[in-house]
């Protein structure tokens, strides 16, 4: 390791571990000024851990310490797990790789302090090398570790890795291939899920709380909370913390947190900003596993309340503490084994088994008092406020498994980190609806773009892929958010399209078949058999029809009949019941009929959806074994509710996909092609010129129009000559996006001397407009006639990553904006979807006699971007357009591409 270039510190690397028990570690690169730290540790180590690293007992100097601590951060990498807290910065782990004379190899070595073994840390500190390992270009790592030495066999089997290992004289070399594999991912999140979980439990379950600013002042913050704990039957211990008070509501009261005779598992703040961090270093010193931050002052307030956020995190870190908020209203918990109400909301709402996070600590006032006025029932409630640790990434994780939960609300003003979001909500998906909102969906934050894909990627339209790609339920508004919810938390999912609407009423049926229509909901008619029973229960002369008017004259008994034929009709998914209250029958005994024949649709797993003209929520005289029948004030809101299940259930059916692996990639000249670019110009970011784009989508066998680049008019003509006429004539220019508005794009050429004639019209038109010297020649390129036009683009995302796109192409493609957004990276299900996606896609289908165009061929296309992105990250934006889909079997043509990287 001697005579390493001595490299910046990636800072980047530094992050916050969750172990297996629920504690936290600082994770960071190793430092050369590390090296008393490196001794301590060393000298802390026993002599069977000493000699299992080592396979001896070295003396170790400060020589040594230099030569461990000092890494170049590419061939050589360590990382050091830290305690932190009461002052204290101890290393207690370090894990590091060097890379091996063979290129793409380099050799592993963890060591542990004994005090902190099986704690899961050499298992992270394996994570991150290879995270890091691979960014660098090293594919394996090798190891040689003592037979005896089961503690580190076993972190390498148990990770994941198809491991090989060989004795020889009481030592393994090991080697260990560290692609990302499906095992590997399966085994990191399931690492994952259960810390997570583990660390949540003192926050969700605590055995005690204290609330620190308890008042003795009626209507404060700080006796709501403590008298929320109290009056809803907390099962634990609960201590108020007041110096200024002996009591609060006749409990005694203590100065500070750390006078608490018990032990403390969950501590709620509710004090002055300036004193929180104080506050929490005490909770910290005394124990406390979690700690709820009520107060406000923090980033909400700008950049001194964002630097007071930031010392409130490091000290809870610090401690190992889990931290919701701060600026939020609390946790609610209604397991009756528990009965937690660590909030300010004077409503707590009934066990139920809907999941609640929500942002905004305000809202959720608003938000449990509509579930109760509902009778919705809550499992879990958390107001996360400014989430400066916990975050939806964790709740879902713990909702996943917890029994108590079926279906998980979100209302999110922001994303932490959204490709992790991403990841984590389509694994729980798969199990649990997950219903959003996200706000701030406005245009007024759109970034300025110099793409076609930059413009018409929105943040929206990304976060509107996320949700799709996770197989989350979008909804716009609260209200919408609560109707699909009492349909998934009471009924069971839909299998299938075909509904039936059974109302008393004309007019409503209509506006529900209008829904219906709207949202692709089909309405069948009745089959014979159906139509023949359903008369002898009416007995009435009315006209069976889907739907269904039993019109005003209707009795229960009708009703009930009609139903009890719909829960065994299999030629139906689903059945919404209007009901407009009329003389003869009372609402009550509509009422009870909807009660009875309920269990009945719930055997044959059918939904059932009630709409009583003007009320709203589920009614207790609806409910039926612990479950309801959801109730609708109007019919278009159950309708859109169902909509959404349907969607839903129809994703949980779909294949998910699999990311193809492309065969015949040119990787290494791709490298070179990109490497040659970046040193021809300081630029940055960079356009590619035409012959780097080319000699690119080569190397990805994308089909690209023949091209060639000319800087003067005589060598634009013998190119035309080259390629065959008739050309096309293309300005090649970096920072002019849109040829045609500055006439830079000439058509059907058919002669040298047409060509010539076009190259000196581009250059004139350029100089006409004092734009020439952004002219850097031009392009000629073979004429391709006939398809249908599309875009195929992608662009890097601040927050989501790259983003690929697909949509209806040429000159107009930012005026139609018609597109479609995935999440790279696309599964072959994910490029079917996003070609089928658009609202012109009858356009590739085949349309007034037009031949179908070749969407499979464009969906190739797009795996091929999508590994192309995936191998060459320095490609920050990029534009296919326009793409010429030709008709099936025929393929498709690049015809002008733009490629900048970074």
Known sequence: MAGQVDRAYPSKYETEMLLMDGSRMMLRPIRREDTDSWLAFVSRLSRRTLYLRFHSLPKLTMEEAIRFCTVDYINTFAFVAEVLGDQRQDIVAIGRYYRLPIKHSAEVALVIEDAYQGKGIGTKLMEWLTNVARENGITTFEADVLAENEEMMTVFRDYGFHITSELQEGVYHVILPIARTKKVLKREEERERISTVVSLRSLLYPKSVAVIGASTKPGSIGQLLFKCIMENGFSGILYPVNPNAQAVLSVKAYPSIVDVPGNVDLAVIAVPAPLVTRVADECGRKGVHAIVVISDGFKERGPEGAHRERELRDTTLG???????????????????????????????????????????????????????????????????????????????????????????????????????????????????????????????????????????????????????????????????????????????????????????????????????????????????????????????????????????????????????????????????????????????????????????????????????????????????????????????????????????????????????????????????????????????????????????????????????????????????????????????????????????????????????AFNDIKARLAEINREDEMEGVTVQRMVTGGTEAIVGMTEDPSFGPLIMFGLGGIYAELMKDVAVRLHPLTDSDAKELVSSIKMRKLFEGFRGSPPADTAAVEDLLLRLSAMIEDTPQIAELDFNPVKVMPRGEGYWVVDARIMVK
Not at 516 to 532: A, I, Q
Request: aromatic share 6%.
């Open 319 to 757: 401690h190992g503490m889990r931290l919701v908020g701060p600026n939020c209203m609390g946790i609610i918990n209604t397991d009756t084994a528990i009965n937690l109400n660590a909030s300010f909301s004077p409503v707590y709402p009934p066990p139920g088994n809907v999941a609640f996070l929500s942002q905004s600590g305000g809202l959720g006032l608003a938000i449990l008092d509509y579930a109760n006025n509902l009778n919705m029932g809550i499992s879990t409630f958390l107001s996360v406020g400014n989430r400066a640790d916990i975050s939806a990434n964790d709740l879902l994780q713990y909702w996943e498994q917890d029994p108590a939960t079926k279906v998980i609300l979100l209302y999110l003003e922001s994303f932490g980190n959204p490709r992790k979001f991403a990841r984590i909500a389509r694994r729980v998906s798969a199990t649990k609806p997950i219903v959003a909102v996200k706000s701030g969906t406005s245009p007024a934050g759109s970034r300025a773009a110099s793409s076609h894909t930059g413009a018409l990627a929105t943040s929206e339209i990304a976060t509107d892929a996320l949700f799709r790609q996770a197989g989350m339920i979008r909804v716009n508004t609260l209200e919408e958010l609560f109707d699909v919810a009492t349909m998934l938390s009471n009924q069971p999912l839909p299998k299938g399209r075909r509904i039936v609407i059974v109302t008393n009423g004309g007019g409503p049926g209509i506006l529900a078949a209008d829904a219906c229509e709207n949202h692709g909901l089909v309405l069948p008619e009745f089959s014979p058999e159906m139509r023949k029973e359903i008369s002898a229960i009416s007995k009435r002369d009315i006209g069976i029809h889907n739907p269904l008017d039993l019109t005003g004259g209707a009795t229960e008994e009708e009703y009930e009949g009609v139903l009890k034929l719909l829960a065994r009709d299999k030629d139906t998914d689903a059945v919404i019941i209007i009901f407009v209250p009329p003389v003869v029958v009372p609402p009550k005994a509509m009422e009870d009929s909807i009660r009875r024949v309920a269990p009945l649709f719930m055997r044959q797993r059918k939904p059932l959806l009630a709409c009583f003209m003007g009320q709203k929520g589920f009614k207790a005289k609806l409910d039926f074994r612990e479950k309801f029948v959801p109730s609708y004030p109007f019919p278009e809101d159950a309708v859109s509710a169902l909509a959404r299940a349907v969607e839903y259930s129809e994703w949980l059916r779909s294949p998910k996909g699999t990311i193809p692996r492309i065969r015949g990639i040119k990787r290494e000249k791709v490298r070179k092609t990109i490497e040659k670019a970046m040193t021809r110009s300081a630029q940055r970011p960079l356009w590619l010129s035409a012959q780097e784009i080319a000699d690119l989508l080569s190397c990805y066998g994308v089909r690209f129009a023949e091209t060639i680049m000319s800087g003067a008019a005589a060598e634009a003509a013998a190119a035309g000559s080259r390629v065959g006429f008739p050309v096309a004539v293309k300005l090649a220019s970096s920072s002019i996006t849109h040829k045609t508005d500055v006439g830079g794009v000439k058509l059907n050429l058919t002669s040298e001397s047409e060509v010539e004639r």
